[in-house]
């Protein structure tokens, strides 16, 4: 099951789990409020897998790709991870699919604070259009992903304040009426 909590606000290397102490964790619940939806998944069949199809059909994920992030397999490896790390939203959902590895998520609250969400090999995430959000790799510096897209992808991120758009509008309204 996935694990999330409330991040420390200590610095130092984003890779590290910054969890506090004592430890604030977030449930599946909470995320579901903030538009976050979470499946598990067995990665290993994730080729023929009658459930990824399922959640595909459903969602009308209809494209998707592989990514692999680490020093050896992308390109411009070290420029990548910042611009991932940089607080952005995006207009449309963006979804990811952990095949292997392992990494980080966080997206803010409705108070604006910053929740970690640890993701691993089978580990499947939505987050919806409009919702600030960073990614980064753990310690070990590897994750492969599947990334999914309700038709053609589309790739830019827009760095935080990017209060005006339309999307960010539409999920502030979300978040008003799960309040």
Not at 90 to 105: A, K, M, P, T, V
Not at 121 to 146: C, Q, S, W
Request: net charge negative; aromatic share 14%; hydrophobic share 35%.
């Amino acid at each position: 099951m996935v694990q999330a909590w409330y991040m420390d606000a200590a610095p130092g290397d984003p890779r590290q789990p910054h969890r506090p102490d004592p430890d604030r964790p977030v449930g599946l619940e909470q995320l579901r409020r903030l538009g976050v939806l979470y499946w598990k998944l067995d990665a290993d069949k994730y080729e023929n897998d009658p459930e990824l199809e399922k959640i595909r059909r459903e969602r009308n994920y209809s494209w998707m790709d592989i990514i692999t992030i680490c020093k050896d397999k992308l390109p411009n490896y070290e420029e990548k991870i910042k611009m991932f790390y940089e607080e952005h939203l995006h207009l449309d959902d963006e979804i990811r699919y952990i095949l292997d590895g392992s990494g980080y998520f966080d997206v803010r609250d409705k108070e604006d604070k910053w929740i970690r969400i640890f993701m691993e090999k089978g580990d499947m995430i939505t987050l919806p259009a409009g919702i600030y959000h960073r990614f980064t790799v753990d310690e070990k510096n590897y994750a492969k992903a599947m990334r999914l897209f309700v038709g053609e992808p589309v790739w830019t991120a827009y760095n935080r304040p990017a209060d005006h758009f339309e999307a960010r509008g539409q999920y502030m309204k979300f978040l008003a009426q799960t309040a």
